[in-house]
């Protein structure tokens, strides 16, 4: 459990999103969650009904989001791949063949 709180403090320094971080925040909802649900279900006041309801929508939200950016970050992983076989043939038809040294006849022509 250590190494959880330890990957999360390092997770800090890092720029976007990481696993750990990512897990901490449905913790953390999933936790929200069940406290509401709880004080909901304890005081029958509508207020935490609807606190338990925007709290249900902002992590359904958040992890739609976060599904999103992996899916940005799988694209950006896949436009700078390396070059395939099948590219790597496209580019070589393509490149001119190396031009046969000129005669001294073809210099003087030139």
Partial sequence: M???FTDLWDSI???????TLVR?????????????????IAT????FFFLTAIAGCLWGTL?????????MKEDMAKQNSPVTEEVKG???E???????PKTAKQKKND
């Fill in 90 to 92: 496209t580019v070589a």
């Fill in 24 to 40: 901490a925040t449905h913790y953390s909802f999933a936790a929200l969650l069940v406290t509401l649900i709880a004080l909901s």
């Fill in 63 to 71: 992890t739609w989001f976060i599904g999103e950016l992996e899916k």
């Fill in 2 to 4: 250590s190494q959880f």
């Fill in 44 to 47: 029958y006041n509508m207020h």
């Fill in 94 to 100: 393509q490149e001119e063949t190396p031009e046969e």
């Fill in 13 to 19: 320094f890092v720029p976007g999103t990481t696993p």
